[in-house]
């Protein structure tokens, strides 16, 4: 329940209700212990589109948020640290973590744990990869009027399409070249993910060698990041670990903003991350 209803019910200003929740969250925080975390994913959210953002900080094990801090800079990995030494863990015992390639969380992931590889989260990869190829069909899309209206049927994944749909891209893959190329090639990266570890490797760097030569620009300059953050991409290989349980968290977050109407102070955005999405032990009786 929204803490605004909650105040209406109870005749209570809500700045007293958010006193209390921030109290409660606090104290149970204080309980936590993370000697046990080994794998950390990292994305942010925001209080309104666009601005005040917060990163997120999730054990990837357990799928919980251990620890949200405000902005999204590379200082937010050291807060972080700092967070982590105060709940009984330690920068080098963590093994892994994932992020998007964003150069503030690379920034703040060299500076604070120098030692713990990075995974670039497929699932941004991915997103950047749609952007490109959304680039693409303007593009073409000046001599073709009805690629104005596919727009969907391009980034959808495939097995998520009806049987009209796919009949509908088959088409349209035939008479626009420059679209179907791109998307062929997003197709075949994302059997990078697929493939046999000791394949990966080979099968990404001729994938970016293909896409260089696509002469396709907004592709060629999404293969050439791929290179750039080589060793960020392949750490998937090792690691098979991603930021999905991220992007859930942070759906629920939004959700629980839509229904309360936006929150006034991103504390108050934080304190309902941890109360969605922190697994907190309030200590009530049972």
């Given at each position: 329940?929204?803490?605004?209803?909650i105040s209406r019910l109870f005749g209570e200003h809500d700045n007293r209700i958010w006193r209390i929740v921030h109290f409660h969250v606090e104290r149970a925080r204080a309980r936590?212990?993370?000697?046990?975390?080994?794998?950390?994913?990292m994305d942010e959210t925001s209080r309104r589109r666009g601005h005040h953002y917060v990163s997120m900080f999730v054990d990837l094990d357990r799928v919980k948020v251990l620890f949200a801090a405000p902005g999204r800079d590379a200082e937010s990995l050291g807060r972080f640290k700092a967070d982590l030494e105060a709940h009984g863990g330690r920068g080098e015992q963590l093994s892994e973590l994932c992020a998007d390639m964003a150069p503030a969380y690379r920034k703040g992931a060299e500076r604070y744990f120098p030692r713990v590889p990075i995974t670039f989260d497929r699932y941004h990869l991915m997103q950047n990869l749609n952007r490109a190829l959304d680039q693409v069909r303007p593009q073409e899309q000046e001599n073709a009027s009805e690629l104005k209206r596919s727009r969907y049927l391009w980034l959808m994944n495939p097995g998520r399409l009806s049987a009209g749909q796919?009949?509908?891209?088959?088409?349209?893959?035939?008479?626009?070249?420059?679209?179907?190329?791109?998307?062929?090639?997003?197709?075949?990266f994302q059997e990078f993910y697929l493939q046999p570890s000791s394949e990966a490797e080979l099968y990404l760097a001729d994938w970016i060698e293909m896409a260089i030569k696509s002469g396709l620009e907004p592709i060629a300059d999404f293969a050439c990041s791929i290179a750039?953050?080589?060793?960020?991409?392949?750490?998937?290989?090792?690691?098979?670990?991603?930021?999905?349980?991220?992007?859930?968290?942070?759906?629920?977050?939004?959700?629980?903003?839509?229904?309360?109407?936006g929150y006034r102070t991103t504390e108050n955005l934080i304190a309902v991350v941890y109360l969605t999405a922190g697994k907190l032990d309030f200590g009530l009786p049972t």
């Open positions: 329940m929204p803490i605004h209803a936590e212990d993370w000697s046990g975390v080994h794998r950390v994913g796919r009949r509908h891209l088959v088409r349209l893959r035939r008479e626009h070249s420059q679209t179907a190329e791109a998307y062929r090639l997003k197709l075949a750039e953050h080589w060793e960020g991409v392949v750490r998937w290989v090792h690691s098979r670990i991603s930021n999905g349980v991220l992007e859930a968290i942070s759906s629920l977050v939004q959700a629980a903003k839509r229904r309360a109407r």
